[in-house]
């Protein structure tokens, strides 16, 4: 027996249709929407035009809608932050376009994200996300299911719900 593996392909795989995937128009895995993300942070023609920072809250604006998902971009003056809350049902990925944030979790985890970096989160996940640095930040989020609910959590981990938009 061939020491090597005993599986061998001849010929072009891609010439094997059958085999492949069609390409997705919209994203539908949690490796998808970090994809989007991805992509959508990449290209700054389509994002850096339409960032405002805001002294007195912080700035959003939705950039994109699919079929049940969200995607939202915000500013973060030095100062802002989201105060600690969830996502209610929604699963999401924050990318860092530009800048500093501070991440927070309820545990006490303290994550310092830069420019580039993701975070994916699961429904009911609960953090603060804070700009504790000296410069404005730009931030990305993907949202699935849409966002409709960011309960806030008290210190002592009693809820409300704050309004639909103020995506974090």
Sequence with gaps: MNSDSDLQIAGDILEVPHLLRPAREHPETVAEFVGLARAVAADRAQWAHLVEYDATSRWYHRLRTGPGYEVWLLSW????????????????VLTLLEGELTERTENGATRRLTAGAQRVFAPGYAHEVVNDSLEPAVSLHVYYPGLTEMPLHSPACTTR???????V
Aim: charged share 10%; aromatic share 0%.
């Design 77 to 92: 003056v030095p100062g802002q932050g989201s105060g600690m809350h969830d996502h209610g049902p929604s699963s999401g």
């Design 161 to 167: 719900t704050a309004p639909r938009h103020a995506a």
